[in-house]
């Protein structure tokens, strides 16, 4: 077992993670991984003291009446202490007692230039030196390779034993998902499932038991999908190595988040996440346009339609309505391997719809199958009916030629029962057809044409006719979106061989509600903005697991920060938590 903290110890230790945020990429594994157990269960990793000290301040200093005087204290102390190697990486180990609601055991690892400066010369009783700090003692080892123990428990400390790995042996602990985390954040958590896996095990019964009451409330059916749910999470877990997360800031960039999920070598999780990905080169088939919402994927690999067969016969059997087999997703889904989506930006937006002018490109195994699949389903969506919701559908069964294109008509609309809602759309109570006619307009639901091109098909959901020749172009490779400097620009802060990526034009969102929000006296004034580059996501599904990286670039946090009035942030020096009673305890 490892030392126990205080509360106010890891509140201090949470507030220094939320703000130790840093982009640049830290080449290599950080060596305090080398001495950590193997059985820990739960590590904090700071790949570079410096760097994340430094980055706090520039946060601190971003945040302007919003930051903390007490952090920069902070970061200034442990830059002060004699015999830190600040260009090294540190690590807490914690150990959740076989439970989550105790406060957890800790030990902190300090890369170390010289022990006995760090002590300042402390003469060592049994190994462990003591040293007053923060009003209280704490007690420091040196456990040789450059680093120091630290802890406030002296029976802990002294009987931690340090791990000896080489970095080989540390990368194969994080796996391809956690070397990732570990090489571009300035501080990443690592937990591992295999030493937690005996507490996450004895949540099945209770999770088993809530599967006998959706039996007991739904049916059989819907009880055999939640069987499968869970015979799902149970080969997961059981296949699990570790999850990972990582948080990082550059002021020139911006902030990330990454999280992780690797699978253990040789099992059938780790098989199906082997997958290569090129997801944005699909922005090469959608047409240039501003945007609010952008997305592609890439579904080729043989592990992700494994999955994705696997979904759909899980989704298929916790439904108890028969809607999912009339839609007949799963000719759809058998059919994709791959596309983009552009939910393109609309001056017009109220009276045309949110998603009016949204053009989607997708590749299957087979063009003239994949309509045939679409057709499908919108004739079996036309026919169903449930107890407050109807909905019209149509595909057109031969294709027309709109702007020399042979294209087929489809359209959606829903009737709900406005009783379904709450009321009949009275105040206090939506209107469905209202909301149906903001994201769609007149028409009440999606309406566009579908048409062959490129080496998939074209869809759009308005019949707009100059929209159709633009997706019909691009998806032939004319003035496509892989010329945006936005998406390329978020583009290059992901990670590379990605499965999944997508961006939100945060210019074009505010662009379009600021106007809105000046009206009602929300901002006091709005001026357009320009050249944002979008937040980005992106995911990864090769190497055995999985890493989604958020990134919200610096100037787009300035420019949404700006517009938004300071009262309604809280404001003023308002402290970013209510209990502040140990906010003067800076103790480790």
Known sequence: MLTTFK????RSGAALAALAISLPVMAGTPKA?????????IVVVMPNVGELLSDMDKVNAMMGDMGKAEVMMMTSMVRGMPGMNLEGSAAVILDMQDDWENEPDAVVLLPVSNFNDLTQGREAVNGLVEFPMGGQNIYFRDIGGGYAAMSNDTNILGGFTPASHTIEEAQAMLGVAGNRVASANDVMVYVSLDALRP??????AEMEQQGDMIEMMMGAEAAQGFDTFMNLYKTAVADGQAFVSGMSFDENQGFAFDFGLQFKEGTDSAAMFNNNGDAGSYFNRVPQMDFFYAQAFDLRGEG????ITEYMDMMQKMDNTGMIAGFDFNAIMNQFQGGAQILGASDAMMMNGLLANTVMYSEGKDADACI??????YNGMGKMEQQGVSINASFSEEPSSINGIEAYTHSMSFEIDPAMMGGGGGFGAPDPAMIMQMMYGPNGGPAGYAAKAGEGMVFTFSQNADLLSK????????????SNQ????????????RVMEAYVGVDHILNTVGPMLMMFGIVPEFEPIDGLTPVAFGATADGGGMMVRSVLPLKTVKAVMEMIPEDAMGGGNDDWDSDDDNDDDMSF
């Open 7 to 10: 509360t106010n110890t890891i």
């Open 33 to 41: 991984l080398t001495m950590v157990p193997g059985d820990s269960e």
């Open 199 to 204: 507490m996450i095990e004895g949540s099945f």
């Open 304 to 307: 992700i339609q494994t999955m």
């Open 372 to 377: 045939e699949a679409m057709q499908g389903m």
């Open 471 to 482: 997706a019909y172009k691009a998806a032939n490779g004319e003035n496509t979106m892989m």
């Open 486 to 497: 936005g998406i390329a620009a978020a583009a290059a802060m992901l990670p590379d061989n």
